[in-house]
């Protein structure tokens, strides 16, 4: 008969793809039950129910506890974490939640992600940013990709940034009134390479929420590396109220990617705001970015065509929205920006003020 142990040992080589580390370790083996003939019951805690990789546990079990000698059968059975739980987990991958009071002043965050190199998350995020700023927001735009930062290129922003007097880095002024922080702006020379690894990614990027002053802001803009991993986790865990932002090309291999992303952000309860179709146009053609946003029942916030004009502005480091605002790549940016107002909490102070006292003008043509 197999024990319970041997089984235990066995699961240690089952391996979560994202959180990298063995299910045993992690805590997440609820329960083994061994019956007589030698049939094996498991039960695993997920961190959400809707987890898209249960099919790599069902399999991973199955196969490593039926190697075990003596094991007839497997059957693999899934509950859900519980706070206390997921607490504790987080505790295991050293990677605590943020103080209190950091990012106290900032009321939405939002993260550009895809999934898939090169689609323009980037160029997105720094366009929004511009575009969100114009239309009177406080707007700040964290760098997430330290290996491959291009914020400070795409909003002309480099130079060092200064320290408060309570020790805390002020992010720099970009155009457009955006704030940004990149790790450009902390590198000795522009172009010096960075090598580092998930933890050293993790305290980067803690440090850009936590030790930055990013003052009263109603967006604070996380352009993510492309790729959904480490990054992708470490936000949620620090940022569980931030929202996702998927860019996708109209083509159905960056819908799959940018699906498999968007799975990864429900993975860690984040909520997904809508989908952003960037490049289309005659050569790509367009609809992918519809696709995915009916797929993920969530809006597709708006259509980016492709143009020169917008590559080149980007490469110049102004926004396109900023110095062509009539642009048709400005105006799918306005649109877009328009529809993650809409769907995200504002500052309602303006409804404080005394009714009546201001209203002036033609009276409306009422029914009688
Ligand atoms: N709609 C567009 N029209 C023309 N060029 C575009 C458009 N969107 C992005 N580009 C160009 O495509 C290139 C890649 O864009 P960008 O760097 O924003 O992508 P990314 O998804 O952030 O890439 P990475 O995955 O490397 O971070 C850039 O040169 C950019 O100027
Ligand atoms: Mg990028």
Redesign the pocket.
């Known amino acids: 008969m197999p024990t319970d142990n041997e089984i235990r040992k066995a699961l240690e080589r089952v391996i979560d793809p994202e959180l990298r580390r063995s299910i045993v370790e992690l805590g997440m083996v609820r329960a083994i039950d061994i019956s007589d003939g030698g049939a094996v019951h498991v039960t695993v805690s997920l961190t959400t129910a809707g987890c898209p990789i249960r099919n790599h546990f069902t399999e991973a079990v199955a196969r490593e506890a039926g190697s075990v000698p003596g094991v007839t059968a497997v059957d693999v059975a899934f509950d859900v974490l519980s706070d206390a739980e997921k607490a504790s987990l987080q505790k295991t991958l050293g990677r605590g939640t943020l103080p209190a009071g950091a990012l106290a002043q900032v009321s939405n965050v939002l993260c550009i992600g895809?999934g898939k190199?090169?689609?323009?998350?980037?160029?997105v995020t720094a366009n929004l940013a511009a575009a969100l700023a114009a239309t009177g927001r406080r707007v700040g735009v964290l760098d997430a990709?330290v290996w491959?930062y291009?914020i400070p290129r795409m909003l002309g922003v480099h130079g060092r940034p200064r320290v408060s007097a309570d020790r805390k880095i002020l992010p720099l002024d970009a155009v457009g009134d955006v704030k940004a922080i990149s790790i450009e702006h902390f590198l000795e020379g522009r172009d010096q390479a960075i090598t580092w690894r998930g933890p050293m990614l993790h305290k980067a990027i803690r440090q850009f929420l936590e030790d930055v002053e990013w003052g009263q802001l109603d967006y604070l803009l996380i352009d993510l590396?492309?790729g959904t991993g480490d990054v992708t986790m470490t936000l949620a865990q620090l940022l569980p109220h931030s929202k996702f932002v998927i860019?996708t090309t109209p083509q159905d291999a960056a819908q799959k990617v940018a699906r498999r992303a968007a799975e990864t952000a429900m993975r860690y309860d984040i909520e997904l705001l809508g989908v952003i179709e960037?490049?289309y146009g005659d050569i790509f053609g367009e609809g992918g970015g519809q696709h995915l946003a009916d797929e993920l029942d969530i809006p597709l916030l708006g259509k980016?065509?492709?143009?020169e004009a917008?590559?080149r502005a980007?490469?110049a480091g102004r926004p396109i929205v900023i110095d062509d605002p009539d642009a048709p790549?400005s105006q799918a940016f306005f649109h877009a920006s328009r529809g993650i107002i809409a769907a995200t909490p504002q500052d309602i102070r303006v409804l404080a003020e005394p009714v009546g006292a201001g209203i002036s003008g033609t009276p409306l043509p009422m029914a009688p």
């Open positions: 895809s190199g090169g689609v323009g998350k980037s160029t990709d491959g291009s590396p492309p860019v960037n490049m980016i065509p492709l143009t917008l590559r980007s490469d790549a």
